[in-house]
T-cell receptor
Framework: SAVISQKPSRDICQRGTSLTIQCQVD?????MFWYRQQPGQSLTLIAT?????????ESGFVIDKFPISRPNLTFSTLTVSNMSPEDSSIYLC?????????????????FGSGTRLTVV | AQKITQTQPGMFVQEKEAVTLDCTYD???????LFWYKQPSSGEMIFLIY??????QNATEGRYSLNFQKARKSANLVISASQLGDSAMYFC?????????????FGTGTRLTVIP
């Protein structure tokens, strides 16, 4: 399965500032997903990032607040803009498993190690 | 309606005993896939086991097995011989490929505590 390097692992930011989170994958993948996990909550999809096209955002998330870049098939960034304390969460990127068949199939979606963001 | 429902916010199990974590799902996609993930306090998401809607047998991976009851739309995770390192949050998730979106939908999770 793919290996994802996510940076930064954690950060403490002032309200009103922006933070860019990076995910680097060790293989080419079609789709990359960005999730938010608010304290004590489950994972919620922010957007799906495809290379060469605009990201697709879920209801409740907008591009101005969470701009995403996907310059190639191995890299993506998520920016959390004009932050407020309500943005304090863990942000995770993920990729879907490769389309392998038979005994070599790997169905597990791989996740980055997460970015623990605290906004003060 | 919730796509994934986990009704147990917290569970306790004695070390070396087995524990079942419940998950029910709701979908009209006949080609769905079900996943279980473990999230330790570090925050990383660790893939445990997968069950496809067309799989005839229950999935097993080491100490993890999935009790898949398709008619009841349930996919409970069974952890055998619990270890202290199993203490974590556990999330059930589903993929609905025919929707065209390949992301996962997650349940609210169950916090498992293994007691020595």
């Amino acid at each position: 399965s793919a290996v994802i390097s996510q940076k930064p692992s954690r950060d403490i930011c002032q309200r009103g500032t922006s933070l860019t989170i990076q995910c680097q994958v060790d293989s080419q993948v079609t789709m990359m997903f960005w999730y938010r996990q608010q304290p004590g909550q489950s994972l919620t999809l922010i957007a799906t990032a495809n290379q060469g096209s605009e990201a697709t955002y879920e209801s409740g998330f907008v591009i101005d607040k969470f701009p995403i870049s996907r310059p190639n098939l191995t890299f993506s960034t998520l920016t959390v803009s004009n932050m407020s304390p309500e943005d304090s969460s863990i942000y995770l990127c993920s990729v879907d498993p490769p389309l392998l068949q038979g005994a070599n199939r790997d169905y597990g979606y791989t996740f980055g190690s997460g970015t623990r963001l605290t906004v003060v | 309606a919730q796509k994934i429902t986990q009704t147990q916010p917290g569970m306790f199990v004695q070390e070396k005993e087995a524990v079942t974590l419940d998950c029910t799902y709701d979908t009209s996609d006949p080609s769905y896939g079900l996943f279980w993930y473990k999230q330790p306090s570090s925050g990383e998401m660790i893939f445990l086991i997968y069950q496809g809607s067309y799989d005839q047998q229950n999935a097993t991976e080491g100490r993890y097995s999935l009790n898949f009851q398709k008619a009841r739309k349930s996919a409970n995770l069974v952890i055998s011989a619990s270890q202290l390192g199993d203490s974590a949050m556990y999330f059930c998730a589903m993929r609905e490929p025919l929707t065209g979106a390949n992301n996962l939908f997650f349940g609210t999770g169950t916090r498992l505590t293994v007691i020595p």
